[in-house]
């Protein structure tokens, strides 16, 4: 199995910044893409930025310019700094992985979810 453990979020002033961080461990035998998604209250969950082997990042439009995805691989960790953050930034982040593990299956794992809330 494979865990995914965030840590980061909080509540911060329209404007501030924020690092979110995701952990992968388990049996993992290679990652080959992480990402991030947000969901609010009755709205779908949404892909906010991904990064695939070889270090292809992918943004959606609303992030683009304030956010960025990284990605150690050593650590098997993702991490997603958001600079310039907005009120409708607002919303649980969940981390995504899509991990083949060392029976050499792929699959999606999803972390528990950190709450961002951006208001003064």
């Known amino acids: 199995q494979v865990q995914l453990v965030e840590s980061g979020g909080g509540l911060v002033q329209p404007g501030g910044s924020l690092r979110l961080s995701c952990a992968a461990s388990?049996?993992?035998?290679?990652?080959?893409?992480m990402g991030w998604y947000r969901q609010v209250p009755g709205k779908q969950r949404e892909l906010v930025a991904a990064i695939v082997n070889g270090g292809s990042t992918n943004y959606a439009d609303s992030v683009k310019g304030r956010f960025t995805i990284s990605r150690d691989n050593a650590k098997n960790t993702v991490y997603l700094q958001m600079n310039s953050l907005k009120p409708d930034d607002t919303a649980v982040y969940y981390c995504?992985?899509?991990?083949?593990?060392?029976?050499?299956?792929?699959?999606?794992?999803w972390g528990q979810g950190t709450q961002v809330t951006v208001s003064s």
């Open positions: 995504n992985a899509e991990v083949r593990t060392t029976n050499y299956r792929t699959s999606q794992y």
């Open positions: 388990g049996s993992i035998y290679s990652i080959n893409a």
